[in-house]
């Protein structure tokens, strides 16, 4: 970690427990009214004792216990189990965990949520875990949904993943002109910078074989030149404006959009996430709904896209602003390129087997990026840029490395999500100015399958987590999800092996050990939001988020880390999932 951290406070032993008075030592622990009357025994005032556990804190000052005590919500004492039960009272709830393992609560620094999507859209591939599906299933799936809409509208599918299908060939145009040819229809990669189309909505769009390129994105063709149905990154954005779409009233769309908040937060416990970074738009107010009604269950750090990011700046709203449970982190991705996944992120060598040569897609100018970090960062908002390759996190770095100069200000990590493909004159450039990356995290395991688009030598740099965390660097779990899985385990096993679903191992050289995985997804994650002191560890006054496992990850065969079942997760010391 940063030398920069705060030093954090050992645990106290039973004798000084039990004498503390109502002192600066007490300030995180007591609430103000308890402060001013004569305070009874703190052993009567634990809330919950856990005990009988192999606990690993991922606290260097005390990296492993039995149990711990928590006192409103936070970690109030930590050690044996003989110490920790000696200080239960009357009304102290006693659990034994049965000698199940206990780690902090799992922080993932880029997720796009999509709760809503979940519930009420066509989905065509799995969300969550690795599955193969047919083209058939697909175009049935869609023509269910188009046989309830009018002419014109747009059926759409979601969670598509191309080399997910047991066709073994991609989707085209011709298989989605199967769904309908009165309707347009578009099938979103879960990666969301390439889209399949129908001709329907290329006509709608006055798009033809002979439409050149937009700047930014393709029109993709087969091998006789005729339009094949794949778009990638902005030209997405010429067809999407054609079209009608399904609508609903304020009331309705209220709705789906709190069912969405509430059904994503209980999956994301269910995976013992107790943190989410959201990309999301337009879901603020209704997480503020559903956490007043019980039922946004983690923790958020809310990354406003611009239709919150330009009130931010212009009321002086800064990253940070909120509570330990809701706030305002750094801005959402500032998309520069293209996808890893999807093969569109813009590299400085050719993609392999691509004629003409193909570099990827860059979205954004350096002009116009330098302005757009300078902005943001004299607002004191936090900039977050979305960037796969290393053409991409050159020009990254080049506009914070100018808004850093123009503008000092200490401390303030800036954010790469994705930073995928690096070398070391990059990874220096983020040490300097201490750069906190988001990192694929589910990647290696659920995405092996498309590495051979790459080929071994970009593999060796690609998701670096070994690079990173060896010059210095604080890399965190960003699942990106919808475009990967967010199973935190998922990824500590990916990030542990390397290795793949089918079996392929990518890029060894970038393995990093289990203690450090289980950093990069707890501690790391929130040091991301500048949140390392309250969070990311089991240690004394942080904040109680814990998740308890069936069994020990480091006595599991690195390739079944993530199968173990969780049992429990705990936010606050509140138990918001149980098995």
Not at 374 to 403: K, M, Q, S
């Amino acid at each position: 970690m940063n030398s920069r951290r705060l030093a954090r406070p050992r645990p106290l032993n039973r004798r000084e427990f039990l004498t503390l008075t109502t002192t600066a030592g007490l300030a995180g622990f007591i609430t103000p009214s308890a402060r001013a009357q004569n305070h009874p025994p703190l052993s009567e005032d634990i809330d919950l004792i856990v005990h009988n556990a192999k606990v690993y804190t991922i606290d260097p000052a005390n990296p492993t216990a039995q149990a711990f005590a928590i006192k409103n919500g936070r970690f109030a004492a930590i050690g044996t189990s003989a110490e920790i039960k000696s200080l239960a009272g009357k009304k102290t709830q006693i659990y034994d965990a049965k000698g199940m393992t206990i780690l902090p609560g799992f922080i993932d620094t880029h997720n796009h949520g999509g709760g809503e999507g979940l519930l009420y859209n066509v989905l065509v591939g799995n969300p969550y875990d690795v599955e193969f599906v047919t083209i058939d299933s697909i175009v049935e799936k869609l023509q269910a949904r188009a046989r309830t809409l009018p002419p014109n509208t747009w059926v759409a599918g979601y969670f598509h993943d191309d080399t997910k299908i047991k066709d073994k060939r991609p989707l085209n145009a011709k298989d989605l002109d199967r769904v309908s040819t009165e309707h347009p229809v578009a099938v979103h990669h879960r990666g969301g910078h390439t889209a399949f189309y129908n001709s329907k909505a290329f006509q709608l769009a006055g798009i033809t074989k002979n439409t050149p390129n937009p700047y930014g994105g393709t029109y993709d063709k087969d091998e006789h030149g005729e339009l094949n149905g794949r778009v990638t990154d902005l030209a997405m954005g010429t067809i999407n404006k054609f079209g009608d779409r399904q609508k609903f009233d304020p009331v309705e769309k209220a709705k789906r959009t709190r069912d969405g908040v509430a059904f994503i937060s209980q999956k994301f416990v269910q995976y013992g996430l107790t943190t989410v970074h959201h990309n999301e738009a337009g879901v603020l107010i209704a997480m503020q709904e559903q956490r007043a009604n019980g039922k946004l269950l983690h923790r958020v750090s809310y990354e406003p896209y611009n239709d919150l990011l330009e009130p931010m700046i212009a009321g002086g709203i800064q990253s940070g602003f909120g509570d330990e449970f809701l706030s305002l982190g750094a801005t959402a991705e500032h998309t520069v390129d293209g996808s890893f996944s999807e093969r569109t992120m813009a590299i400085s060598t050719p993609f392999k087997d691509i004629t003409p040569p193909y570099y990827g897609n860059l979205t954004e100018s350096q002009d116009d990026l330098n302005s757009w970090a300078e902005r943001v960062h004299r607002a004191g908002i936090r900039p977050n840029c979305h960037a796969n390759g290393d053409v991409a996190i050159d020009r990254v770095l080049t506009a914070y490395e100018r808004a850093l100069k123009l503008y000092p200000r200490p401390d303030v990590r800036p954010k790469i999500t994705h930073c995928s493909l690096l070398n070391e004159s990059l990874i220096a450039r983020m040490k300097a100015i201490n750069a906190v990356p988001a990192e694929f995290s589910t990647y290696a395991y659920y995405n092996a399958d498309k590495f051979h688009f790459y080929g071994e030598d970009l593999m060796k740099h690609m998701t670096p987590y070994r690079s990173l965390i060896d010059a210095g660097i604080t890399p965190a779990a960003g699942s990106d999800f919808s475009p990967g899985p967010f199973s935190p385990l998922m990824a500590i096993q990916a990030m542990v092996t390397r290795t793949g679903w089918n079996g392929e191992t990518w890029g060894p050289n970038q393995r990093i050990t289990l203690e450090e995985a289980i950093r990069v997804n707890t501690i790391n994650g929130a040091y991301n939001s500048h949140e390392e002191t309250i969070k990311g560890s089991i240690t004394l006054g942080k904040l109680a988020d814990f998740v308890m496992l069936a069994d020990d990850p480091h006595t599991t065969a690195p390739t079944k880390i993530k199968d173990i079942k969780i049992v429990q997760t705990a936010v606050g010391g509140k138990i918001v999932y149980q098995a």
